[in-house]
């Protein structure tokens, strides 16, 4: 079973009242990259890293599953070709 560390407010939706949830331990998580190619050579990479998990407390999605509410940052990194950085042509 998850470890609930602490209950509180969440916003579902902007000018939604918060609504109660509770704070899910993440206990295993598996974050790829998104690879991009563009055009110039240049190699964007980016992934998504969740930072916290709510659960609302009485609200399902359409499919009846718990209404979960991310709090995630997105890591980004770029590779670009030596002619395209600042002082290399």
């Known amino acids: 079973m998850a470890d609930i560390r602490r209950k509180g407010k969440v916003s579902i939706g902007p000018g939604q009242p918060p609504k109660d949830a509770e704070l899910i331990d993440i206990s ?32 399902y999605d359409a499919e009846g599953n718990p ?16 002619n395209l950085k600042r002082g290399k042509k």
């Open 28 to 59: 295993k998580a598996e974050e790829r990259w998104s690879i991009y190619e563009l055009d110039d050579g240049t190699q964007v990479r980016s992934r998504p890293t969740v930072i916290e998990a709510w659960r609302v407390i009485d609200e």
């Open 67 to 82: 209404l979960y509410i991310m709090k995630a940052q997105v890591i980004t990194s770029i590779i670009a070709p030596e």
